[in-house]
């Protein structure tokens, strides 16, 4: 995993091989700093807290480590937070308070946990996942999905957590609710990715290849497909030649005209959505990467014009 | 007769309903599991889409998983029916209803 800071403009990078590095420019050369994370799994997913005092690495050792710099000893230090996730965790998002982490695990569930150190801050005013912090306290555990979390992020607000699991479907729980979970079971295969980009409005994508807009709707607590946001030009069908027909016979015991290559812009599934432009409350550009090696850059208000029953809330 | 697809759309949503759900009892689920497969091998081929479009999204997942479970215990002809079912769901359910049948920790 990989993170940057904007405000300090450093990078912390993490990997299987169960260690951390923090890397700061001096003149043009990124100097590593090595970070002991403790761990005896790989280091799956990292993020810098949005003070940049901390960073969490999530990892195979079905625990967090959240990292921050101990001044007399000019060395970064980790707490571990550890119950009670049962397996690895895959992604991590940090709440606007710099103190609430949401998890997304393996074992099937979305946590938020408290990562309070007092070492670097101050005791943090309630929120509405509620008002006790301390280090490693547990302020929600989701129980509806089956399948491996593999994103997970908070709303530009923080009140709500949204977050994608293996059997393909679609979470978010709303703070603001009780805490009320509304699901969506999609019809397509499960997303690797989601983001905000407005406090209603969500961008997932996966395996599909697509990135697709879904919205939630606040009053009835529920989430909805809005649609894919990659819809190709349509291409002029030609004919196929005699012998391409035979070709397909042979292959495919068909002579159908479907194309076997990707009408999508990805050709393999997006790993990844990062938001660019707007933040996660007015998102104007987001980018996705995939595992085809591509990266591609999404204008929002484009999209809206682009793809006439879009709405963006 | 519009009598007798009424009657097995009946059958069918009463057995959709009634599915056992958080069950641990395998009788009952095998039972259960008789029971619809019969239910949908009584359907004729022309009566299946609309049997799929009057169930919502829960009860397309919960039809998806039955289905696959009939496909586990093959019968004389069950296969050829159920296919036609497979179809016609899929067409409603989308790829994410058969990756709920491979990742449904509760199966039918």
Redesign the interface.
């Known amino acids: 995993g990989i993170d940057w800071a904007p405000e300090s403009n450093r990078l912390v990078t993490c990997g299987t091989d169960r260690n951390a590095y923090v890397w700061t420019l001096k003149g043009n050369v990124w100097k590593p700093t090595l970070v002991i994370l403790r761990i005896n799994r790989a280091a799956r997913c990292v993020k810098w807290s949005p003070k940049e005092n901390k960073f969490a690495v999530g990892s195979g050792s079905r625990l967090i480590s959240i990292c921050y710099f101990e001044q007399e000893n000019d060395w970064w230090v980790c707490k571990h937070i550890k119950k009670p996730i049962r397996s690895t965790v895959l992604s991590l998002d940090w709440h606007p308070n710099n103190v609430l982490l949401a998890a997304g695990s393996c074992d099937f569930k979305c946590r938020i946990f408290s990562a309070y150190i007092k070492e670097v801050e101050e005791r943090p005013s309630p929120t509405p996942w509620g008002s006790k912090m301390p280090f490693g306290e547990l302020m929600f555990e989701s129980s509806s999905s089956c399948g491996w979390v593999h994103s997970i992020c908070f709303s530009a607000s923080g009140s709500r957590v949204a977050w994608v699991s293996h059997d393909s479907t679609l979470c978010l729980a709303d703070a603001g609710k009780k805490m009320a979970v509304a699901s969506l079971c999609t019809e397509t295969l499960p997303l690797l990715a989601v983001t905000f980009i407005t406090e209603n409005s969500l961008v997932a994508a996966g395996h599909d290849c697509c990135p697709m807009l879904f919205t939630y709707e606040e009053s009835q607590g529920t989430l909805s497909f809005g649609g894919k946001l990659d819809v190709p030009k349509q291409s002029s069908q030609r004919g196929l030649t005699a012998r391409e027909r035979f070709q397909n016979l042979d292959k495919k015991a068909s002579s159908d005209m479907a194309n076997a290559s990707l009408d999508t812009l990805h050709k393999n599934s997006i790993s990844q959505i990062s938001v660019l432009a707007g933040g996660k409350d007015k998102c104007s550009q987001f980018c996705t990467t995939g595992m085809d090696g591509g990266m591609s850059i999404w204008d929002v208000k484009s999209l809206e014009s682009a793809l006439k029953d879009l709405k963006i809330k | 007769t519009r009598r007798r697809t009424g009657e097995a759309l009946r059958a069918f949503h009463t057995a959709i309903r009634s599915s056992p759900g958080s069950s641990r009892s395998q009788a009952m689920k095998e039972q259960a599991q008789g029971t619809m497969l019969k239910v949908l091998t009584s359907f004729k081929s022309s009566e299946i889409e609309q049997a799929v479009n009057s169930l919502d ?2 009860g397309v ?1 919960l039809l998806m998983k039955y289905i696959y479970k009939g496909f586990e215990k093959p019968t004389e002809n069950s296969s050829a029916i159920l296919l036609q079912w497979h179809e016609k769901a899929l067409a409603v ?5 058969i ?2 049948v491979l ?3 509760k199966t039918v």
């Open positions: 999204r829960n997942d359910g989308g790829l994410g209803s990756i709920r990742t449904a920790r």
